[in-house]
């Protein structure tokens, strides 16, 4: 039976970006990264908005936003294989959150916080908005929050691709192959059992197995509060010129952004119509009956546009408290997962993939101290809330 140090379930970006942090810190021992699919056809990473921002309202989502993009400004540097960088196309158009009166105390209240952690967000007022963005219909909106740097968006499939390229280049192993079991023993994670048989001993076990996660974990015995879920992106394409577009967070929960010479959009459907998340079809239904309609409300010259393509993604949705459970689970040792980022996962991959390694390396975090998205907080009824769920 083979053996290894470490073995991480699950190859896409947080699994890539913690196997590149234990090479990259001088690990020394032996990673295996298993991927079931290397063609990544239905990996959220591959499917999701790719975007990143600081605008939460828990101070540990905006401290992981922000090493997160100090990541990828860093990212020749820190990824270059043989003289060449990477690139991943990274666009700081910043996100504008809109809210209604009904909304601003909370907006002005999550400003405070992001301000006091260094993040460099700008609160607009009415006329501020209409400045700056006169192409939003505003009439309804008291005011907003837009994020001048450090905010934006870029390709999470290029990302995850050099993350991979750059472990296996530090010595970390890729393998192709399915995991149907975590094996346990002595309330120590001991290694996996592949699909057709194969077993891997492994002195820890990482999980970043996406929607796929909460099924190999509960088979240990341990619950976890997450569900996959489908959500939908439409392109559309709109002739009127609007400079600086941001990713626009309407006060319905539905965003857009542009993407190269298009836009992209989406929106959460209400609780009593979510689509089921066994397929990867698409509703186009959704976008022009709910969609469409306060796209062109709230920008006026989307009310003429050329839709493009779309596609589905499925997600892991943490309905505890909509944010991540990362970190090791209670009753078995040496077993690390990270689940549950509940839509805003791909952002987050180079913290935690960090936060990870410390925990194989040190037995505990270094730099950034991801413990309020421990499981205790699950196993103990106390919810980490965050309300800036997109």
């Not at 992001?114 to 209409?130: F, N, R, S, V, W």
Request: hydrophobic share 45%.
């Amino acid at each position: 039976m083979t053996a290894y140090d470490v073995v991480i379930i699950g190859g896409a970006a947080h699994g890539a970006s913690a196997a590149y942090h234990l090479a990259a810190s001088g690990f020394g021992g032996r990673v295996v990264l298993i991927e079931k699919d290397p063609a990544f056809r239905y990996a959220a990473t591959a499917l999701s908005a790719g975007s990143i921002r600081q605008q939460f309202s828990t101070a540990i989502n905006i401290e992981i936003s922000l090493y997160g993009i100090e990541f990828l400004h860093d990212i020749g540097t820190r990824l270059a294989l043989d003289g060449e960088w990477p690139e991943i196309g990274l666009h700081e158009g910043g996100y504008l959150f809109l809210a209604t009166e009904a909304g601003a105390a909370t907006l002005r209240r999550n400003h405070a916080l992001q301000t006091k952690l260094a993040a460099d967000i700008l609160y607009l007022d009415k006329a501020g908005l209409a400045d700056r963005f006169p192409y939003v219909a505003a009439a309804d909106i008291a005011a907003g929050c837009w994020g001048r740097t450090g905010e934006g968006w870029f390709d999470g499939y290029a990302l995850m691709q050099a993350l991979r390229r750059k472990a296996r280049a530090l010595g970390v192993e890729l393998r192709t192959g399915e995991v149907a079991a975590i094996e346990e023993a002595g309330g120590r994670a001991t290694g996996v059992r592949l699909g057709d048989g194969t077993r891997i001993a492994a002195g820890a076990v990482i999980v970043t197995a996406g929607t796929g996660t909460p099924a190999l974990v509960e088979a240990l015995g341990v619950p976890l509060p997450v569900a996959t879920r489908k959500r939908f992106v439409f392109s559309f394409a709109c002739r009127t010129p609007m400079p600086g577009f941001p990713m626009l967070i309407d006060p319905s929960g539905l965003y857009v952004r542009p993407e190269g010479d298009v836009y992209i959009s989406g929106s959460a459907p209400p609780p009593d119509k979510e689509p089921p998340a066994t397929d990867f079809e698409v509703d186009h239904g959704f976008f022009e009956e709910t969609m469409w309609p306060i796209l062109a409300a709230r920008v006026p010259a989307f009310a003429e546009i050329k839709p493009g393509r779309a596609w589905a993604g499925h997600y892991d949705m943490n309905f505890f408290d909509h944010n991540a459970i990362v970190g090791a689970l209670p009753g078995i040792a040496t077993l690390l997962i990270a689940t549950g980022f509940s839509g805003h996962g791909l952002q987050q991959a180079p913290a935690v993939g960090r936060g990870l390694a410390e925990l194989v390396m040190h037995g505990r975090y270094v730099t950034l101290d991801l413990s309020p998205l421990g499981y205790q907080r699950v196993a103990t009824g106390q919810p980490l809330r965050e309300e800036n769920v997109v």
